[in-house]
């Protein structure tokens, strides 16, 4: 026998049993973002080298580390999409979709990234984001904050809210001399990685997950402390806004995020409930990175949420949020039965979108197809022969102890289950 081909270490099979959950997030996040006047776009899931190690930075871990890339046949550098901004960033260049205005627009696709995979973490994950150019107020960074705070509400997540200012360009330069001159002083006690993080991007040691770290990081400068006037005006103008919301917050003087296109605002929201990556929604300001892949000064902001995540958390309460289709089971007994079932379904389908009809295509007795039904989990069986079927009538059998067997006038079957389900 030939060996079963595997899937591959961290990507993972979304199985049917399971695809309602995944399905019920979709639509619940797309409906909100649309209420709110964010549509839809969608980018390719390759994307040039270029537009990521421009975008992300050259020396962060995701570009480093974990990118998939590779040479086409042309020799060009091709790279799996890691995350989903920057090609959001390249598509509206290219379009040149700002000049048209403010642009709000989400998107719901998979990323890849070459990590260990662990619970929650994998390396073909899937995100939903949502990005806005054109507005540089502190309103938008409220909007975006105060979505995601519904959605939890919706899903009945408990997450906590984090924020953090860094600044603009010019402040962050200020403070990251600081910073660079607080760590060169503690030379000694800092690890490998972040070492090499101190030539490179000194905020990035602020981002450190080394325990050992926690009390030379918390003793470090903090950048809300060295804000500009005209970011910390924007700071404080997002808080009055979270607190007029009544959405909760805990200023974190950590938080950086991954990723080096950030500035100003920066968010977070974790869970308690997934253990170390309990980061289920993070985002922020990133103004000037439109310029810097090639289009016209642009602020911009925007968020992406892990869907694997939020689907752990909602899995064990998934049959409180998720509201089920009633469920049919159509079993018939002869050739022209069998080809009345065909016509039948469709009708009855086209009248009741909502509802799902499984139409037996085993041609078995009546007694297996029954075994069907039964195993199915449907709340009502139709049943047609041919001796019903020269009759002009069906049957509708309750699967769920709803009563006895009827039997039905074809013509009345579609106002006798609008009735029923």
């Given at each position: 026998?030939?060996?079963?081909?595997?899937?591959?270490?961290?990507?993972?099979?979304?199985?049917?049993?399971?695809?309602?959950?995944?399905?019920?997030?979709?639509?619940?996040?797309?409906?909100?973002?649309?209420?709110?006047?964010y549509r839809y776009c969608r980018t390719p899931n390759v994307e040039s080298t270029e537009?990521?190690?421009?975008?992300?930075?050259?020396?962060?871990?995701?570009?480093?580390?974990?990118?998939?890339?590779?040479?086409?046949?042309?020799?060009?550098?091709?790279?799996?999409?890691?995350?989903?901004?920057?090609?959001?960033?390249?598509?509206?260049?290219?379009?040149?979709?700002?000049?048209?205005?403010?642009?709000?627009?989400?998107?719901?696709?998979?990323?890849?990234?070459?990590?260990?995979?662990?619970?929650?973490?994998?390396?073909?994950?899937?995100?939903?984001?949502?990005?806005?150019?054109?507005?540089?107020?502190?309103?938008?960074?409220?909007?975006?904050?105060?979505?995601?705070?519904?959605?939890?509400?919706?899903?009945?997540?408990?997450?906590?809210?984090?924020?953090?200012?860094?600044?603009?360009?010019?402040?962050?330069?200020?403070?990251?001399?600081?910073?660079?001159?607080?760590?060169?002083?503690?030379?000694?006690?800092?690890?490998?990685?972040?070492?090499?993080?101190?030539?490179?991007?000194?905020?990035?040691?602020?981002?450190?997950?080394?325990?050992?770290?926690?009390?030379?990081?918390?003793?470090?400068?903090?950048?809300?402390?060295?804000?500009?006037?005209?970011?910390?005006?924007?700071?404080?103008?997002?808080?009055?806004?979270?607190?007029?919301?009544?959405?909760?917050?805990?200023?974190?003087?950590?938080?950086?995020?991954?990723?080096?296109?950030?500035?100003?605002?920066?968010?977070?929201?974790?869970?308690?409930?997934?253990?170390?990556?309990?980061?289920?929604?993070?985002?922020?300001?990133?103004?000037?990175?439109?310029?810097?892949?090639?289009?016209?000064?642009?602020?911009?902001?925007?968020?992406?949420?892990?869907?694997?995540?939020?689907?752990?958390?909602?899995?064990?309460?998934?049959?409180?949020?998720?509201?089920?289709?009633?469920?049919?089971?159509?079993?018939?007994?002869?050739?022209?039965?069998?080809?009345?079932?065909?016509?039948?379904?469709?009708?009855?389908?086209?009248?009741?979108?909502?509802?799902?009809?499984?139409?037996?295509?085993?041609?078995?007795?009546?007694?297996?197809?029954?075994?069907?039904?039964?195993?199915?989990?449907?709340?009502?069986?139709?049943?047609?022969?041919?001796?019903?079927?020269?009759?002009?009538?069906?049957?509708?059998?309750?699967?769920?102890?709803?009563?006895?067997?009827?039997?039905?006038?074809?013509?009345?079957?579609?106002?006798?289950?609008?009735?029923?389900?």
């Amino acid at each position: 026998m030939s060996k079963k081909i595997q899937a591959i270490r961290g990507m993972n099979d979304l199985l049917p049993a399971d695809s309602n959950i995944w399905s019920f997030l979709d639509s619940t996040i797309s409906n909100l973002l649309l209420s709110y006047g964010y549509r839809y776009c969608r980018t390719p899931n390759v994307e040039s080298t270029e537009t990521f190690s421009r975008a992300i930075g050259e020396v962060t871990d995701i570009v480093e580390k974990e990118m998939y890339t590779w040479k086409d046949n042309n020799g060009d550098s091709l790279t799996l999409r890691p995350e989903g901004t920057a090609g959001v960033v390249r598509m509206m260049i290219e379009h040149n979709l700002p000049r048209e205005g403010i642009q709000k627009v989400f998107y719901n696709g998979p990323m890849f990234r070459h990590e260990r995979p662990q619970k929650g973490r994998y390396r073909q994950f899937h995100q939903v984001g949502a990005e806005v150019f054109g507005a540089s107020n502190a309103k938008i960074d409220a909007e975006l904050i105060s979505m995601t705070h519904s959605l939890w509400k919706i899903l009945g997540i408990d997450a906590e809210l984090e924020i953090n200012s860094l600044g603009s360009a010019e402040s962050r330069a200020s403070y990251r001399k600081t910073l660079t001159g607080y760590f060169n002083d503690n030379k000694d006690l800092l690890d490998e990685d972040s070492l090499r993080r101190l030539k490179t991007n000194p905020l990035r040691i602020l981002d450190s997950k080394n325990k050992d770290l926690e009390s030379l990081i918390s003793g470090a400068p903090k950048m809300i402390d060295h804000l500009d006037d005209d970011s910390s005006h924007h700071f404080k103008t997002l808080k009055k806004y979270l607190e007029s919301l009544n959405i909760s917050f805990k200023i974190n003087p950590k938080l950086v995020r991954g990723l080096d296109y950030y500035n100003q605002t920066v968010f977070e929201w974790i869970s308690n409930d997934l253990g170390s990556q309990g980061t289920i929604c993070g985002g922020g300001r990133y103004d000037g990175l439109v310029e810097k892949m090639g289009g016209n000064p642009t602020p911009a902001i925007g968020f992406a949420m892990g869907l694997e995540r939020i689907a752990l958390l909602i899995q064990d309460k998934s049959d409180q949020l998720i509201s089920r289709r009633p469920h049919l089971y159509f079993s018939s007994i002869g050739e022209s039965a069998h080809i009345e079932s065909m016509n039948l379904s469709k009708k009855i389908l086209e009248a009741l979108p909502y509802i799902t009809i499984t139409n037996d295509v085993s041609i078995g007795t009546l007694k297996s197809q029954m075994k069907k039904a039964n195993k199915s989990e449907a709340d009502y069986a139709m049943i047609l022969g041919e001796e019903e079927l020269s009759e002009g009538l069906i049957s509708i059998k309750p699967l769920k102890g709803q009563g006895v067997q009827q039997s039905i006038k074809l013509e009345g079957i579609i106002h006798h289950l609008q009735e029923i389900l």
